[in-house]
């Protein structure tokens, strides 16, 4: 996939296809195919800090790690973005879904998961 502004990390989507974190920018979502199907700035009318971590949960939503912002957002399918974590973080980076609900957030800033 060309043409991304300094992707950073990247997480598969059910049912094929992936979501890539921009630096300093923005978090797409792409087809199986490479195609892009939306930039979640542009879907949600959201501003990132400095996207980093993302992943996708059990039900198909896309949570994002905001570096700059310190916090980590959900995107729901269908619905307005919702803010899941504004506290605790200093530096959040890598982000995994369990298939049990857990999500697990890399801090850099404190060298543990959280």
Same mark, same amino acid.
Not at 15 to 30: L, R
Not at 65 to 88: K, M, N, Y
């Given at each position: ?26 978090? %797409? ?5 490479? @195609? ?6 542009? @879907? ?13 949960? @059990? ?5 994002? /790690? ?13 619905? /307005? ?11 959040? /980076? ?11 957030? /890399? ?6 998961? %959280?």
């Amino acid at each position: 996939v060309p043409n991304l502004q300094g992707p950073r990390y990247i997480s598969p989507v059910p049912g094929g296809g992936f979501v890539v974190s921009e630096e300093c920018g923005d978090v %797409k979502v792409f087809m199986s195919s490479c @195609k892009l199907l939306c930039s979640l700035s542009s @879907k949600y009318g959201h501003q990132f800090g400095n996207p980093a971590g993302v992943c996708v949960d @059990k039900d198909g939503s896309i949570l994002v /790690a905001d570096e700059q912002r310190r916090t980590v957002h959900l995107f729901p399918e269908h619905g /307005a973005p919702i803010c899941l974590v504004s506290t605790g973080l200093r530096r959040p /980076a890598g982000m995994a879904c369990s298939s049990s609900g857990h999500l697990f957030v /890399a801090d850099t800033a404190e060298n543990c998961v %959280k």
